[in-house]
């Protein structure tokens, strides 16, 4: 029992990893038919420039009040580099679907290899409060704080996002867009604006899994953000594009079905499993679990 235990939470620890990098990555495709093979830079930003902070950014540090102005400084800073990004090499490009995997997957290259020509190749210890590395008793399991610490960044997350999306004018703008685009530029609505906004939220949701990822791994190294944005584009297309909802549902099946089979099966056989869930759902329903189906 206590296995089953620590293993669902530890899975959904994960799932909340995924669904921050995940979740703007979903509404920047659904809004500005953008896939940003780039958004892995955004977590490297956040992660450290969350490190950097906790060492030389006065008033940050690994105590608790300490991290959050670290946090919060590595967020700003993935938001402003996501803003950056769209508005000197995105925007230029939205009606070239080729040129923007082109530029995106190149910026991503160079933003690897930016981080390690600054900081080196080899992962660093991340700072992070002493309760993190701790565990909480959960029905006889142990499960590690940091774990329940994603979980309940997600969960925020997720209702903020939805809290935004329905009760804030720019949120029904975004919704309106993912829904008819043309709609909404053809009732001169500026959706200009809103692909800012959107890659900003997703820049600062990707940062924020950055630092909480250096807070679970205890380290971060260059190509994190790359590894973790594979399972983020897995996750998106299972969940629907344009989903947060369905990111989030994906998100959960992605971490707990990698979790499970990676215990009681071999190592990596759960990765494979993943790719194995993603090939049934374009098979069965290529919309994903919360997408709508194209009409013509």
Not at 35 to 47: E, T, Y
Not at 103 to 124: E, I, M, N, Y
Not at 165 to 181: D, K, P, S, W
Request: with cysteine; aromatic share 10%.
């Amino acid at each position: 029992m206590s296995t089953v235990v620590l293993l669902t939470l530890t899975g959904l620890g994960l799932a909340a990893l995924y669904f921050l990098v995940a979740s703007g990555l979903s509404l920047v495709f659904g809004l500005a038919d953008v896939l940003n093979f780039a958004h892995g830079l955004f977590l490297g930003v956040g992660a450290y420039a969350t490190w950097w902070a906790a060492g030389h950014l006065p008033g940050a540090g690994p105590d608790d009040l300490g991290f959050v102005v670290a946090a919060a400084f590595g967020v700003l800073t993935g938001a402003l580099v996501a803003v950056l990004v769209e508005l000197v090499l995105i925007r230029p490009l939205y009606s070239r679907t080729i040129a923007q995997v082109l530029v995106t997957v190149g910026l991503s290259l160079a933003g690897v290899a930016l981080l390690q020509a600054v900081w080196g190749a080899d992962p660093r210890p991340f700072p992070r409060p002493s309760w993190t590395r701790e565990v909480t008793p959960v029905f006889g399991a142990k499960v590690p704080n940091a774990g329940l610490l994603l979980i309940v960044a997600a969960v925020l997350v997720l209702v903020a996002l939805l809290a935004f999306l329905r009760f804030t004018r720019y949120g029904l703008v975004i919704r309106a867009g993912v829904e008819n685009r043309e709609m909404v530029t053809a009732l001169g609505i500026d959706v200009r604006k809103a692909f800012t906004l959107v890659f900003a939220i997703g820049g600062a949701a990707a940062a924020l899994a950055g630092a909480l990822g250096g807070v679970y791994f205890g380290s971060v190294s260059p190509g994190q953000g790359s590894s973790l944005l594979i399972f983020a584009f897995i996750v998106v297309v299972i969940g629907g594009m344009g989903s947060v909802v369905g990111s989030a549902y994906a998100a959960v099946a992605v971490g707990l079905l990698q979790q499970f089979v990676n215990y009681y099966g071999t190592s990596g056989l759960g990765d494979i499993c993943v790719v194995a869930l993603l090939a049934v759902v374009l098979l069965l329903r290529p919309q994903g679990i919360a997408g709508k189906v194209a009409t013509a």
